[in-house]
């Protein structure tokens, strides 16, 4: 079965840099979510889409954006990035309602040197 | 604000044996659903298993079961027969509306 696909799997950016990180839904999946996970901790929710509208909205630093596009896939755009954005960002999709498990993608390390 | 609590950061498991993992959480909501992801050092996150609240019977899943304790905001996640393979970070996780929240975690050892 087709599973959520992240692209890349690892980024190396230097501080002050930029980074796009991408997500590809699950195929019929409407719902998408971005976490970041930092080393030794639990998934913090930053951001999610529903039919491409921000649907929630968690911890997210001012200096991240995300949107979904036309086709669902998702982007989540970090600027002015510092050495504490070092983690690793999962996307997860699902079907709309409480009753659907997020089903997550295999994250993308980003280190901040 | 929904929280969730799990109190054992480390648990240890011989191979064969059987485990329980706490989870408690906090919630003004009646519709709800609760989570167990596994996440190995692969870093994947792995839906185990999950419930639903107004579900009276535990969800099963091989040998992965909760035991759902509505009053007291309790589940928990027995392992039976446990596995090298099981060794991993679990996480306890609540859904009443769009995202989820996640417990601090368990990481769980499997001894040969």
């Known amino acids: 079965a087709a599973g959520v696909i992240q692209s890349p799997r690892h980024l190396i950016k230097e501080k002050r840099e930029t980074a796009t990180l991408k997500c590809y839904p699950i195929?019929?999946?409407?719902?998408v979510y971005w976490y970041q996970q930092g080393p030794g901790q639990d998934p913090q929710f930053l951001i999610s889409?529903?039919?491409?509208?921000?649907?929630d909205k968690g911890s997210i630093p001012d200096r991240f954006s995300a949107q979904q596009f036309s086709d669902y896939h998702s982007e989540l755009n970090m600027s002015s990035l510092e050495l504490g954005d070092s983690a690793l960002y999962f996307c997860?999709?699902?079907?709309?309602?409480?009753?659907?498990?997020?089903?997550f993608g295999n994250g993308t390390r980003l280190t901040v040197t | 604000a929904q929280t969730v609590t799990q109190s054992q950061p480390e648990m240890s498991v011989q191979e064969a044996e059987t485990v329980t993992l706490s989870c408690t959480y906090d919630?003004?909501?009646?519709?709800?659903?609760l989570f167990w992801y596994k996440q190995p050092p692969s870093r994947q996150m792995i839906l185990v298993i999950r419930?639903?609240?107004?579900?009276?019977q535990n969800a099963t899943e091989n040998r992965f079961s909760v035991n759902f304790q509505k009053a007291a905001k309790s589940f928990s996640l027995k392992i039976s027969d446990s596995q090298l393979g099981d060794a991993a970070m679990y996480f306890c996780?609540?859904?009443?509306?769009?995202?989820?929240?996640f417990g601090k975690g368990t990481k769980l050892s499997v001894k040969p």
């Open positions: 997860a999709s699902s079907f709309p309602g409480i009753n659907s498990p997020l089903h």
């Open positions: 195929p019929r999946h409407d719902t």
């Open positions: 889409f529903y039919e491409k509208m921000q649907s």
């Open positions: 919630t003004s909501e009646s519709d709800y659903y």
């Open positions: 419930q639903e609240a107004y579900k009276q």
């Open positions: 996780a609540f859904r009443s509306q769009g995202n989820l929240i």
